[in-house]
């Protein structure tokens, strides 16, 4: 239990950090982008809009700095991220929890397969090292280097131009209702088809290498020699003594890699269109919009911690050792 | 040194070498329009022209030195941190490791791409160096945790032990006794931050949050993205590019194996 407390309160500083870190940035950094932003729509703002803006981007040069952060602490609180300036004038918060159960789905799916298959491929690999499974190895490098959004642009040009077996863009095809029906799943999947493929190519190398490395390590302990003095399957010695044990940094590192991941699986859906926070993010990158880039980095933020307790729950039930009390 | 190794030093000294002379044997100004709008590869425009007509395999040319600056500035800038923060943390110990091990832990798990996001659009001159800085300052985490648990299994040693017992200053033993026994792991993850540098900054350039007047792999993708290229059927403007970002990483990537194999000698090839 202390493990988990430990690990718990970390993600509060962290999550503390983000926020903080969000408030400080408009506050520190040169220009007056907001502003910019408020005196062009000009009078379409109504004055709860314009009071939750100055709050968040500290425009309000009257009160003193640490006001200004418990004033933003409280809009924070009541889910207040401000209005976005692209989908004006719809609520940061309503636009994030739209596209949000997109990226969820998406990118939370095609993390847990990724890193599934690749550790699997990767403790055969570690397993039977020496053998042709080596030659893994180059390619998965190579496809590791290729940045996901590159592989996004291939993946459409090939499948959704020259031969058109998927759709290009979008989450759903155009003209469905989002309802509970075969056909509006059946597209679903479809659309999701390309993107999920772009991901778990460009992340399974990762867990393929880290896997294989440490069950060439670990398969020269001591008690995976036992094991096999012992007369065990090779499956039981394999699975049970020697992937149980490697496995352990593959899971602590799922935490840490996750934040990557998490950037790369963003890019994606930029390149395809795909209705979740990556392309929320892209809009409003291009329209300067940054209520909407901060609400999507913190609400990203946010989905990254929450795994990272679930990865550590999981770590909790393989290894013993964090559950020794003290 | 074995085969990996060499190929992955000699495609990063390819490379460097265009990054180098690439301005000066760039066949056209990479910014020049012509009439030759959207033509595919041929003898005139190696990898084809875009839709106003500017032959790609010079922007490709022109293009490597931003990518190699930034790579090795944010290495350098990002691996001094790593050493300040991870050594430091793991000679220590104590409430000051507890302290900086947070620290880095922190900047592991907010996702920086976001982030950086952010920042470069609010800088009002995203330049290239600048964006390196800031490429830097998340990146020197992962680094900095490697090298702490490493400097904490050398701390008690019997040769550092000596050195203590013998009153050298903290410092002293650090630099001299602590430093060179993790040359391995410091250049390995000066490796691996370049890697993320590169790809960090071409993903920047890609969704157009840093300036497009300097040309870069991912300026390139960009303008591609932007004019429809994939719907046009201009396989030939985004393939050369990416081909470069992924050529350039693998070679990081082999030499990377090379300093790992170099030292954890049970990774090394086995002899069948």
Known sequence: MTFLLRRAAFYLVTLWAAITANFLLPRLLPGDPVQAMITKLGGRLNSDAMASLYV????????????????????????????????????????????????????????????????LLGVYAGWKRGSWMDNLIPITTFLSSIPYFWLGLIAISVFSVTWPLFPASGGYAPGLVPEFSGEFIGSVLEHAVLPGVTIVVSSVAGWILGMRNMMVTVTAEDYVLVARAKGLTQ??????????????????????????????????????????????????????????????????????????????????LLDPRTRREG | MNFKTKLGLGILAFFALIA????????????????????????????????????????????????????????????????????????????????LSMLSNIFLVIPALPLIIIVASMLPSADTVLIAAVISLTAWAWGARILRAQT?????????????????????????????????????????????????????????????????????????????????????????????????????????????????????????
């Open chain 1, 56 to 119: 968040l981007f500290g425009l309000d040069k009257n009160k003193s700095i640490w006001e200004q952060y418990v004033d933003y602490w409280a809009a924070l609180v009541q889910g207040d991220l401000g209005l976005s300036f692209t989908f004006f004038p719809t609520p940061v918060a309503d636009v994030l929890s739209q596209s949000m159960p997109w990226t969820l789905g998406l990118v939370g799916v095609t993390t847990v397969i990724a890193f599934l298959l690749g550790t």
């Open chain 1, 235 to 316: 499956k039981r010695i394999m699975f049970a003594y020697a992937a149980r044990n490697a496995v352990l940094p593959s899971i602590s590192g799922f935490a840490l890699s996750l934040g990557f991941i998490v950037g790369g699986a963003l890019l994606v859906e930029m390149v395809f269109s795909y209705p979740g926070l990556g392309y929320v993010l892209f809009q409003g990158i291009g329209a300067k919009d940054y209520p909407l880039m901060q609400g999507v980095f913190l609400v990203i933020t946010l989905a990254v911690l929450v795994a990272n307790l679930l990865a550590d729950i999981g770590y909790l």
């Open chain 2, 152 to 272: 904490m299994s050398l701390r008690r040693r019997d040769f550092v032990e000596a050195a203590r017992a013998s009153g050298e200053r903290t410092w002293r033993i650090i630099v001299f006794e602590v430093l060179p026994n993790l040359l391995a792991v410091i250049g390995s993850g000066f490796v691996g931050t370049v890697i993320f540098a590169v790809m960090l900054q071409i993903t920047l350039s890609f969704v157009g949050v840093i300036s497009l007047s300097t040309w870069n792999w991912g300026t390139i993708l960009f303008w591609a993205q932007s004019n429809q290229a994939l719907g046009l059927g201009a396989w030939w403007w985004f393939v050369p590019a990416g081909l470069c970002i992924a050529l350039l990483g693998t070679a990081l990537a082999l030499i990377n194996f090379g300093i790992d194999e170099y030292a954890n000698p049970r990774l090394r090839k086995v002899r069948a």
């Open chain 2, 20 to 99: 180098v002379v690439g301005e000066w044997i760039a066949p056209y100004d990479p910014s020049a329009m012509s009439d030759d709008a959207l033509s595919p590869p041929s003898g005139a425009h190696w990898f084809g022209t875009t839709m106003t007509g500017q032959d790609i395999f010079s922007q490709v040319l022109v293009g490597t030195r931003g990518v190699m600056v930034v790579g090795l500035v944010c290495g350098v800038l990002a691996t001094i941190l790593s050493i300040l923060v991870g050594v430091t943390a793991g000679f220590l110990g104590g409430a000051a490791d507890e302290a």
